[in-house]
């Protein structure tokens, strides 16, 4: 087996708590773009390599759809999301330096087209409307979070939605019998599935 590159083999390092990082764009109109963010407990954006794929897997239906980045952090997921012409993305991020930062990102781009909200999953279910087209489900990893967001979407998703879920190697996903996994990889330490909601 070849040796990881260098790319791949820091692709999942987090920066130290108040560290700074940058996350890249990879596709889009903001192509390229970097943007900086400081490092908070739970802060891991995924990584270049796993949105290239992921983002591939979604191209057809990122083009004008409703996104939902339930555990936004550096925004990444989202941001590539509105950058590759989603009509919309709802950024839901608890702690309050981080959503503020994922707000100077958006004025940064110029982007209108997005609400950042802060507040946790749970809480922002409660109270949201339904109609999401893709759903980003990337929560700091081994913390219970994942579990209690994927009961609470369960009556909130159309049928047809997509779900993007991403977690540490081997940790326990459980999903609504109504949803059907279409993709399923592994990179390094990290696990990413794409669900799709069907009747």
């Known amino acids: 087996m070849a040796p990881r590159s260098k790319r791949d083999r820091s692709a999942q390092v987090t920066p130290r708590q108040g560290a700074a990082g940058v996350v890249r764009i990879i596709g889009g109109q903001w192509r390229s773009r970097k943007l900086h963010f400081t490092s908070a407990e739970g802060l891991r954006p995924s990584s270049d390599r796993i949105r290239e794929t ?3 897997w979604l191209a057809p239906y ?3 759809a ?3 980045d339930l555990f936004a952090g550096s925004g990444a997921l989202g941001l590539e999301a509105l950058s590759r012409g989603a009509a919309h993305c709802h950024f839901v991020e608890k702690d309050r330096a981080t959503a503020q930062q994922i707000r100077q990102h958006l004025q940064t781009l110029a982007c209108r087209d997005a609400d950042v909200v802060t507040t946790s999953a749970e809480q922002f279910l409660t109270d ?3 109609g999401w087209h893709i759903v980003f489900l990337d929560p700091p990893f081994n913390k219970d979070l994942l579990m209690p967001a994927i009961d609470a979407l369960e009556d909130r998703l159309d049928e047809g939605a997509l779900v993007y879920v991403e977690t540490a190697k081997g940790e ?3 999903v609504p019998s109504s949803w059907r996994v279409v993709k399923h990889k592994t990179a390094g330490q990290v696990e990413y599935r794409l669900f799709e909601v069907e009747a």
């Open 54 to 56: 992921v983002f591939n």
């Open 62 to 64: 990122v083009a004008g």
């Open 172 to 174: 326990p996903v459980t």
């Open 128 to 130: 949201a409307e339904r």
């Open 66 to 68: 409703r996104c939902l």
